[in-house]
């Protein structure tokens, strides 16, 4: 049964994704039976068939953003956040890491209990590839920091999956362009009246020869953007 009083936007970040991309919009139009959503496809300058594929399959999404050159993930989003229409916002990578599926719980839950950011989490769910030892400890490092500075007790603050309202996020304060972006806009998502709930997510992550693309050195820069974007928000 719909739940017409939900509505959701869905950003496609994508670069480099052809051989994946049609999976996971076709996913995210089943989510449709479930409340009111948006596809905005975002191809962050792809340099292989992507965009070819978006434009020829318009019928699974409802906006498309084309940028001429590779500007990062953080950019791509900030694009897609500028045509978004409804309530809440989430992010939904061009792979196959996350499965669009387990949409269904944030929006379950959603509509029971009017959260304000629901996060997912890869440590909690029940089936998930093994990590890499020092990518798990980058990721308990940076979530670590960021509870510290934002009295959270997140688990996985690098889950793709991070829905928001739009109104908690002022667009023209975001500034990261890369990696860091997703530590930004939680940070401004959440305040001290925020209603927060995690999630369990299942969770296929890529090798490096499959195209995985986050290193070990961009824990830098997304703990640069972890302090940056708290010690900015005291301010403004």
């Not at 001290?192 to 299942?202: C, R, V």
């Not at 992550?205 to 972890?226: A, L, M």
Request: some cysteine; hydrophobic content about 40%; charged content about 25%.
């Amino acid at each position: 049964m719909k739940k017409k009083q939900l509505n959701l936007s869905i950003i496609v970040p994508v670069y480099n994704e052809e051989n994946s991309i049609l999976t996971i919009l076709s996913k995210l139009n089943q989510l449709k039976k479930s409340c009111k959503i948006e596809i905005i496809v975002v191809n962050d300058g792809s340099k292989d068939q992507s965009k070819t594929i978006i434009k020829n399959n318009s019928k699974l999404y409802d906006k498309s953003i084309h940028l001429s050159k590779n500007n990062g993930k953080g950019k791509a989003i900030i694009e897609g956040l500028k045509v978004c229409e409804y309530e809440y916002i989430l992010v939904q990578d061009a792979d196959l890491e996350y499965d669009p599926t387990d949409i269904l719980q944030f929006i379950d839950q959603l509509d029971k209990h009017n959260f304000d950011v629901i996060l997912g989490s890869r440590f909690l769910g029940t089936k998930r590839t093994v990590l890499n030892f020092w990518h798990m400890v980058g990721n308990k490092l940076i979530t670590f920091l960021f509870n510290i500075l934002n009295n959270t007790t997140f688990s996985d603050i690098y889950c793709c999956y991070c829905l928001f309202r739009r109104k908690n996020i002022n667009i023209k304060k975001l500034k990261c362009s890369g990696w860091g972006q997703q530590a930004e806009i939680l940070t401004f998502a959440i305040n001290n009246k925020s209603k927060i709930f995690e999630i369990g997510i299942s969770y296929h992550g890529r090798t490096y020869e499959e195209g995985k693309k986050i290193k070990y050195y961009d824990v830098f820069s997304v703990i640069f953007w972890i302090v940056a974007t708290r010690v900015r928000k005291f301010f403004l």
